[in-house]
């Protein structure tokens, strides 16, 4: 398949959803502007897409993680598939939430992380902890950002509000000791719109901010 100019094998029969994430076309590559010349980090990539449009912007080098061998070794195929090396990158299949508090650990910085992980709920009753979630993942996460550097943080939870999904962010934040000033709020791509009638239809939320200390 290809979109956008770089191409992807995909699972039409056993991958997650389609076998690709079509809703994040247009965030990938709104991302990549911000990749030139810088290492990045993108948890719960599943097969890859991500890294690969940051490569193709231009990025030193990608840290891939996910928890799936499968999607691993998918990401791996795409990387070459589109002329990069895998080898010159990390591909690591790892728990993402753990990945995160190692690198916290052991002071492991990046230019840019990259957080892409699936559904926290599935129901109303779940939206509390879903919430939590978020906030745990994107602060353990902004401490692995470099001073300056950017996080791209998203949430496919309908269940999860864009207000309150943009709160969750401003509590992982200030937890973390950092500034995060939002200059990229969308949703999900044009060939997935959202009913006037009904506005929960705009499950996907993406942000992109820059990482500041608190002054």
């Not at 948890?43 to 990025?59: D, I, N, P, Q």
């Not at 129901?123 to 950017?150: F, M, P, T, W």
């Amino acid at each position: 398949m290809e979109e956008l100019g770089l191409l992807f094998r995909i699972d039409l029969l056993s991958g997650q959803k389609t076998g690709f994430f079509f809703d994040q076309r247009e965030n990938r590559q709104s991302l990549s502007c911000w990749c030139l010349g810088k290492t990045v980090l993108d948890c719960f990539s599943y097969t890859g897409a991500f890294a690969v449009y940051a490569l193709r912007g231009g990025a030193d080098s990608v840290t891939v993680c996910d928890s799936s061998p499968g999607a691993i070794d998918a990401a791996r195929e795409n990387l070459a598939l589109n002329g990069f090396d895998p080898d010159q990158n990390r591909l690591l299949v790892h728990d993402c939430f753990a990945l995160l508090d190692t690198f916290v650990r052991e002071k492991r910085r990046f230019d840019v992380v990259i957080l892409d992980p699936p559904s926290f709920a599935h129901d109303r009753q779940s939206r509390h902890a879903a919430e939590r979630a978020y906030v745990r993942l994107n602060r353990q996460a902004l401490r692995c950002v470099k001073e300056g550097g950017i996080l791209a943080s998203a949430s496919c939870t309908g269940q999860v509000s864009p207000p309150a999904f943009r709160q969750a962010l401003a509590e992982a934040a200030r937890q973390a000791g950092r500034r995060l000033q939002i200059f990229h709020d969308a949703g999900q791509a044009v060939d997935h719109p959202v009913p006037a009638h009904f506005p929960e239809a705009r499950y996907l939320k993406f942000m992109i901010g820059r990482v500041l200390p608190i002054s």
